[in-house]
């Protein structure tokens, strides 16, 4: 028999600047399904379904304050039974909240520096405005920019100082191997995406972050910003849905990744 997959991914989320993002996952469901028995479902589904299969591949689901409560109860779940999630629930990135920002900042990380109360922000950078996001955010939902007299209390919400960056760019990896980069050419244009060739320090920043993950078997998105002084600094690190933008690299790169995907959803199995 072959292995069975199941896909976790939400096609009716209406992603900001992304309109083929379910496109996205069809096409990878159609590539996979090479190697595997796949069938998709909604992510508030997946505890209830991923018995039934031998791997679990969590993918364009959608940012989790949507369905906060489904999502614990899959995590509890899945670690309960053992079963084999890829990418693998040890991450300590997004999948955990956005805690590791406040720890990377402590830890002296090249990252933005975050804090989470308002009487902590004279410990940031001077700034006119100040980005505020739920811990449990994701894809800019509940983003706000406010400033220093107006930053909320308690600490379900980060505080960053905004910072005036000349592009972002996002480095790709496949369990602990680099796949591919890209950038915004134009920083207001967050998913108007093109290939951007890394320097040695580049990946050398992107690796320090992966490394640190610690994830054996997953996807991870290195997120950061090049600062007009041209420093990098960590904007997230996504390691439990990152949208891929597949259809923004070349048919080879594309393949070459999706190669690297079966590889080691197949290793998993092992």
């Known amino acids: 028999m072959r292995p069975r997959l199941l896909l976790v991914t939400d096609l009716d989320y209406p992603a900001a600047g992304r309109p083929e993002y379910r496109d996205e996952d069809l096409g990878l469901a159609a590539r996979l399904r090479a190697d595997f028995d796949v069938a998709l479902c909604h992510p508030v589904d997946a505890s209830a ?128 191997t680099y796949c591919y980069a890209l950038h915004t050419p134009d920083p207001a244009l967050r998913w108007d995406l093109a290939p951007y060739t890394p320097t040695d320090a580049d990946l050398a920043f992107a690796r320090r972050f992966v490394t640190w993950n610690a994830v054996a078997h997953g996807i991870q998105r290195v997120d950061a910003c090049r600062t007009r002084e041209g420093e990098l600094l960590l904007v997230e690190l996504e390691d439990l849905n990152p949208y891929l933008s597949l259809d923004r690299v070349s048919p080879a790169t594309r393949e070459t990744f999706v190669a690297a995907l079966t590889d080691s959803l197949l290793r998993m199995l092992d």
């Open 49 to 176: 379904l991923m018995a039934g299969f031998d791997l679990v591949l969590v993918r364009n689901s959608g940012p989790v304050l949507r369905y906060v409560d489904q999502y614990a109860q899959f995590r509890r779940e899945a670690l309960a039974a053992g079963a084999k999630v890829f990418t693998e629930l040890s991450g300590k990135a997004d999948m955990a909240g956005k805690q590791y920002l406040l720890d990377l900042t402590e830890a002296g990380f090249p990252v933005i520096p975050t804090v989470d109360r308002a009487q902590d922000a004279h410990r940031l950078p001077e700034s006119a405005e100040y980005v505020v996001k739920p811990k449990l955010g994701a894809d800019s939902v509940g983003l706000r920019f406010l400033p220093r007299t107006e930053l909320p209390d308690g600490t379900d919400h980060l505080i960053q100082p905004r910072i005036d960056f000349a592009y972002e760019v996002s480095f790709y990896y496949v369990d602990q």
